[in-house]
Structures are given as C-alpha cells and as structure tokens.
C-alpha cells in the first residue's frame, strides 16, 4: 500500500484516530495534526511501533507555509484523507426522520486540507466510514471574472420575451431548472447553483441526472453527503439569517440567505468579481392562487401563523409533521393561476412541490446587496423585461448588445 493521509485538526477526535491506527496498522503514514492536538497525538505515536510521520500545519487557508508543506508532501491527484470525527446527525427540513452527518461542523478542516491538494476526503467514525469528493471549492473562483459582465438567469417567464441566444458567449448562472431551456436555447450556462432545501432534499436526483456534467454546481456544504454531482462546489452558506435583518458577501468565508436563489448567484458572481452583474428573468412576480392555497395576503404568505386542516394534510402526504409554526405552506402547480416559469414542464409532476415565494423578505435582501455592492463599486442591473423587482436599476435587454 502507498503512503496514506489522517489528518487530526480541530473538529477531529485523537481518540478516533488512535482507534483508526489500531484497525488499520498502517505502514507508511502521514499525518497531518493542529497545533491544538500535535501533544496528544506525539503521545499516541510513542505507544505503537508505526513509522509515522507528523506534520503539525497551520490553521488558516491562506497561511503561506500551505504552499511550502504542499510543495514538499506532493500529494498525487486521487490521494484520500482520513478525517476521523465525530458527526451529529443534522435533521432533514422536509423529510420526516430523514437525517444526514452534520458535516458543516469541519468545513473549515475540509477548505484547509483542499488548499493542501485534498480533494477526496473520507470521515471515520464508529459507524464507518463515508467518502466524499470535493473537486471545487469558492476560493478557488475569487475574481477569476475580474471586471467581466456576468447574467443571473432567473427561471420566470419573461426569458420568453427576449433572444437567450445572445446569452451563449456571456458568463451565465442559472439555477434549479434551467437545464430545461438547455436544448431551445442550445446551449448550457455557465455556472448552476441551488439553495432551496426542499428542492434539494426532495429532487436531488432529478438535479444529478440532469444539471450538465460540465457545468460547475454550488450548493450548501451541508447538502455535501447528499448530492452526487461531476464538478461539485459546496460552499459555505448560513441559512439562519433573520427576517428583516439581511446579510451579504463578498467573501467566500460565508454566503448568507436572501430568500431566492438568485440572491446566493449574486454573491457568487461578486465574489468571482464580476461587475456589472445583470438579472433577467428575474419577474419576481407570482401567479399563484392565494385564496386556493389559504393564504391571507400577498405580503405575508410566509408569515402564516396558524396551520389549516389543508395544511396539515398536505405536509402529511409530504410525510412531514407540522410541528412548527413557521414552516411555510407548500404550493404546486395546480395552485398557480398563471404562468410561474419559462417552462411549463417547471412545475410537472405528481404533486410536485414548491416552498413559496417571501416577496418582502427578498427585497429587503435585494435591497441590502444593492448598497453593499455600491460601496464596492459593483453595479448590480436589471433587463428583466416587466420585472416588479424594483431594488436594482432597470435596463433594456437589447441595449447591451
């Protein structure tokens, strides 16, 4: 066997590892270690007769040394580390006793070690052992489209009214379904991210066998064990931001919710340095029957308080128990009283399922990256044709080209 890679930073267990020496008796080991663990670790290895070789690293991705410790370890391409750690079970959000490792805990152990070169990883625990496959991270895309213009694509219907052709050459992010313009518009965009949990936990696999192998695909690191994708870049995304009370970034340390997917693309093309980034199909608009699905007001669809027997019955046939009060009513097509999406396919399927549209939580997201992205002289435009997005500055499609 050739030289094997644990690495003990700071979310892994000494104890596991010394558990993992003992099963796997290795002969050629490297072993990456914090300076948070380096004595206990020292300590484990003067008890067995391994040959073993310890390399305390730095705890910050953008320590310098990383590149020399690289340099001098080089790793091949397909090499595996070991991360012997401790995972919580994080509970799906619409999957009744669905569960998944909690692996945003190490994310930051997981960026370390893909600096040094990782990119297939492997955790150890009692229950055994997972494999996962990090090919991209955010960091790595950091102003690589410096001063570039970039289009968020939207899925609404208004990309009907405009020539997508002109979108081929461009840099171009599209989400969730858009793969189903793909073949009309004969071409594919050039990135594709999702954010919406219940798109993510109910459809990942429509989501793998479709989104194109080539194109790069962000998702929250927390949907890591769950999503199989070529091209996989999990990013770290916190989904507990407050109503009302919106963040955004520039950074790839963190992306923050914005209520809408689009909100995640932007801080993606921002931090990848594209200026000006242009939103089309982004209607922001919903047809959607509000007497039909119960709802008080177009302004408080998400603020719904009270669950009604419809309610209740349908979170039972999405096998989800209605224990909190503010989980959102879910919608479906036969709910939309108009067009919702470029695509009548969008919304197909047995009882297909959609977390409603929270306007109001939106555009104060919108309206808080407008005025972060102005400060840093990034322009932020709308071509969206009849948008009632009224946060970003408003341009004819046609007049950039």
Same mark, same amino acid.
């Given at each position: 066997m050739g030289m094997q890679f644990v690495a003990v930073l700071n979310h892994e267990s000494p104890a596991l590892y010394q558990r993992w020496l003992r099963d796997n008796l290795p002969t050629n080991l490297i072993t990456l270690v914090s300076p948070k663990h380096e004595r206990t670790i020292q300590e484990i290895h003067s008890g067995t007769n391994l040959t073993i070789t310890t390399i305390v690293v730095p705890t910050r991705p953008t320590d310098p040394r990383i590149e020399e410790i690289k340099a001098e370890l080089g790793i091949p391409p397909d090499t595996t580390i070991t991360l012997p750690a401790f995972f919580k079970e994080d509970p799906a959000k619409f999957i009744e006793r669905g569960t998944f490792p909690k692996i945003q805990d190490d994310y930051n152990g997981f960026r370390l070690l893909w600096h040094f070169g990782f990119r297939h990883f492997e955790t150890y625990n009692f229950q055994g052992t997972r494999a996962y496959h990090v090919p991209h991270l955010l960091d790595e895309f950091v102003d690589i489209h410096k001063n570039q213009r970039a289009f968020i694509v939207g899925n609404g219907p208004s990309l009907n009214q405009i020539d997508m052709s002109k979108l081929a050459s461009e840099i171009t992010y599209g989400s969730n379904r858009s793969y189903l313009g793909y073949d009309k518009w004969q071409y594919h965009f050039t990135y594709w991210g999702i954010v919406d949990r219940l798109q993510i936990e109910h459809y990942q696999f429509e989501y793998e066998d479709n989104v194109p192998v080539e194109i790069v695909k962000f998702f929250p690191f927390q949907y890591l064990p769950l999503f199989n994708f070529d091209n996989a870049c999990p990013v770290p995304h916190k989904f507990g931001t407050k109503p009302g009370q919106p963040q955004f970034s520039l950074s790839p340390d963190m992306l923050y919710l914005g209520w809408s997917v689009s909100f995640f693309l932007i801080q993606i093309a921002a931090i990848m340095g594209c200026n000006p980034i242009i939103l089309v199909g982004m209607d922001?608009?919903?047809?959607?029957?509000?007497?039909? &699905?119960? &709802?008080?007001?177009?302004?408080? !669809?998400?603020?719904?308080? /009270?669950? /009604?027997?419809?309610?209740?019955?349908? &979170?039972?046939?999405?096998?989800? @128990? *209605?224990? @909190? *009060?503010? $989980?959102?009513? &879910? !919608?479906?097509? %036969?709910?939309? %009283?108009?067009?919702?999406?470029?695509? #009548?396919?969008? /919304?197909?399927? #047995?009882? @297909? +399922?959609?977390?409603?549209?929270?306007?109001?939580?939106?555009?104060?997201?919108?309206?808080?990256?407008? @005025?972060?992205?102005? $400060?840093?002289?990034?322009?932020? +435009?709308?071509? /969206?044709?009849? %948008?009632? +997005?009224?946060?970003?500055? *408003?341009?004819?499609?046609? %007049?950039l080209f």
């Amino acid at each position: 066997m050739g030289m094997q890679f644990v690495a003990v930073l700071n979310h892994e267990s000494p104890a596991l590892y010394q558990r993992w020496l003992r099963d796997n008796l290795p002969t050629n080991l490297i072993t990456l270690v914090s300076p948070k663990h380096e004595r206990t670790i020292q300590e484990i290895h003067s008890g067995t007769n391994l040959t073993i070789t310890t390399i305390v690293v730095p705890t910050r991705p953008t320590d310098p040394r990383i590149e020399e410790i690289k340099a001098e370890l080089g790793i091949p391409p397909d090499t595996t580390i070991t991360l012997p750690a401790f995972f919580k079970e994080d509970p799906a959000k619409f999957i009744e006793r669905g569960t998944f490792p909690k692996i945003q805990d190490d994310y930051n152990g997981f960026r370390l070690l893909w600096h040094f070169g990782f990119r297939h990883f492997e955790t150890y625990n009692f229950q055994g052992t997972r494999a996962y496959h990090v090919p991209h991270l955010l960091d790595e895309f950091v102003d690589i489209h410096k001063n570039q213009r970039a289009f968020i694509v939207g899925n609404g219907p208004s990309l009907n009214q405009i020539d997508m052709s002109k979108l081929a050459s461009e840099i171009t992010y599209g989400s969730n379904r858009s793969y189903l313009g793909y073949d009309k518009w004969q071409y594919h965009f050039t990135y594709w991210g999702i954010v919406d949990r219940l798109q993510i936990e109910h459809y990942q696999f429509e989501y793998e066998d479709n989104v194109p192998v080539e194109i790069v695909k962000f998702f929250p690191f927390q949907y890591l064990p769950l999503f199989n994708f070529d091209n996989a870049c999990p990013v770290p995304h916190k989904f507990g931001t407050k109503p009302g009370q919106p963040q955004f970034s520039l950074s790839p340390d963190m992306l923050y919710l914005g209520w809408s997917v689009s909100f995640f693309l932007i801080q993606i093309a921002a931090i990848m340095g594209c200026n000006p980034i242009i939103l089309v199909g982004m209607d922001h608009n919903y047809s959607l029957d509000q007497r039909k &699905m119960g &709802m008080i007001d177009g302004n408080r !669809w998400y603020d719904r308080n /009270t669950f /009604t027997r419809k309610l209740i019955n349908r &979170m039972q046939r999405l096998n989800q @128990k *209605p224990n @909190k *009060p503010h $989980t959102p009513q &879910m !919608w479906k097509a %036969s709910d939309a %009283s108009g067009a919702t999406h470029f695509d #009548e396919r969008y /919304t197909q399927g #047995e009882d @297909k +399922l959609f977390v409603p549209p929270r306007p109001v939580y939106a555009e104060q997201a919108y309206a808080h990256a407008r @005025k972060v992205t102005e $400060t840093h002289g990034i322009q932020i +435009l709308n071509a /969206t044709p009849g %948008s009632k +997005l009224t946060e970003f500055e *408003p341009v004819d499609f046609n %007049s950039l080209f």
